[in-house]
C-alpha cells in the first residue's frame, strides 16, 4: 500500500467492511424469523446438510473456523435439538454430525428465505459479473492460502 493511498480504497480494507456488512444484514434478517439462529449457526447447519454426515475437523475446515468455534456452535445447535452426534463406527476417539429430523425441517423451512437474503445482497449485479466476483475471491482466497500456512485451503 502506498502511504498516500487513503484506507477506503485499500482491497483488503473494502473486502472486511464489505463482509461486515453482509454479515450484519444478514443477521438482522435472520432475526426478523425469531428462529433464534446466528449467521454463523446457519452455515454449519447448511454444510451438515449438503454433507449429511460430517466429522467436526472436516466441518471447521469446510467452515473456515477454528475447532473451538465449531464445538461451542455445535454445543448450542445439539441445545437446539437441530444436530445429533453419532459415533464414528471407524474410529471410536471421533463421531460424525449429522441434521436430526428437526435440523433438516429447519433448514428446508427457512432456506427460501436465506437464498432471499443472498439474493438481494447481490442484487444488480449481473450472471456474469458474480461469476468474475467469484472468480476474483477465489484467486484472493488462494494468494492468502499460499502465502500463509495456518489458513484453511
Not at 471407524?90 to 429447519?106: E, M, N, P, Q, V
Request: hydrophobic share 40%; proline share 2%.
Amino acid at each position: 500500500m502506498k502511504s498516500n493511498e487513503q484506507l477506503n480504497n485499500v482491497v483488503n480494507f473494502l473486502l472486511e467492511q464489505t463482509v461486515r456488512q453482509m454479515r450484519g444484514y444478514a443477521q438482522r434478517q435472520l432475526d426478523t424469523l425469531q428462529a433464534g439462529i446466528t449467521v454463523d449457526q446457519w452455515v454449519l447447519l447448511k454444510i451438515i446438510d449438503e454433507r449429511d454426515k460430517i466429522s467436526q475437523v472436516e466441518l471447521a475446515q469446510v467452515a473456515h473456523k477454528d475447532t473451538a468455534s465449531v464445538t461451542r456452535i455445535l454445543d448450542l445447535l445439539q441445545k437446539k435439538s437441530l444436530i445429533q452426534r453419532i459415533d464414528d463406527e471407524h474410529d471410536r476417539r471421533k463421531y460424525l454430525i449429522s441434521l436430526t429430523g428437526a435440523g433438516k425441517a429447519f433448514v428446508k423451512l427457512h432456506l427460501p428465505f436465506i437464498n432471499g437474503i443472498r439474493e438481494q445482497i447481490v442484487q444488480g449485479l449481473s450472471k456474469e459479473e458474480i461469476k468474475t466476483l467469484k472468480d476474483i475471491l477465489e484467486k484472493i482466497r488462494q494468494n492468502v492460502a499460499q502465502s500463509d500456512p495456518d489458513v484453511f485451503p
